[in-house]
């Protein structure tokens, strides 16, 4: 993916017509993946450097510290540097402004693309729990199948903290462990029972059957947001 670097915009030359050549060929490589309806990586990508632009116009000072700093003189006695930033509200920071604000109305029309594919796909998933679910719902198994895809894809997961600066959020670990094929005698409560005999580590496993009615990308589109949708469902049970 032609990616853009963590501080594209203020590296380099800060020049507004080569910012927005690089934004606009980042932007179309992005739309080329929404085009097929392949999620990720590229919205996480894109909602990432969408905030940092909006943390860096909120946080003025945060944007100057981001800069390099240039030496204005030297106490060649003390071996000391003194310091000068090169960013000051000057016509430097205008034109950084320029860029930022321009940056952050185009990627904000991607972003609203990119999440109405994701509420699209969401709203053709369904989650249906296989069997008994136990008190502990931490580790399990889950059963993915690909709108009319005959092959059914089986992750075993794992839920646990994520915690950044501001509050602590569910995440999911997922390992594909297996594939089958749905039918009348390889049933849903059949494949749940060949992974308590088989897999004894995981003696009372929560099960879940996760389909959508039809067909996505599986690793960029399918997977990443059964996921999410899989951890929604389990917190509000």
Not at 19 to 31: A, D, M, S
Not at 50 to 62: A, G, P, R, S
Not at 195 to 222: C, G, K
């Amino acid at each position: 993916m032609n990616s853009l670097g963590l501080n594209w915009f203020i590296e380099g030359s800060l020049d507004f017509e080569h910012k927005k050549y690089v934004l606009l060929n980042y932007l179309q490589e992005i739309n080329r993946h929404f085009d097929k309806s392949k999620l990720y990586p590229n919205l996480t990508d894109l909602v990432f450097h969408y905030n940092n632009l909006l943390d860096f116009k909120q946080n003025k000072t945060t944007l100057q510290q981001a800069f390099p700093q240039r030496l204005t003189k030297a106490d060649i006695e003390a071996v000391k540097l003194t310091y000068k930033k090169i960013v000051a509200d000057d016509s430097t920071m205008q034109e950084i402004e320029h860029i930022i604000n321009y940056a952050i109305a185009k990627m904000n029309s991607t972003v609203q693309i990119g999440r109405e594919i994701y509420d699209f796909v969401e709203s053709r998933l369904n989650i249906d729990p296989i069997g008994l679910i136990p008190l502990k719902v931490d580790y399990g198994y889950f059963s993915l199948r690909n709108g009319s895809d005959k092959t059914n894809w089986i992750y075993e997961y794992q839920l646990s903290i994520f915690k950044n600066k501001d509050d602590a959020y569910r995440d999911i670990n997922v390992v594909l462990i297996d594939t089958y094929e749905q039918s009348i005698t390889n049933t849903l409560e059949s494949v749940k029972l060949n992974l308590i005999n088989h897999r004894r580590h995981l003696p009372n496993p929560a099960v879940y059957y996760v389909q959508s009615d039809i067909s996505f990308p599986l690793e960029q589109t399918l997977l990443p947001v059964a996921k999410r949708c899989l951890v929604k469902y389990i917190m509000a049970a």
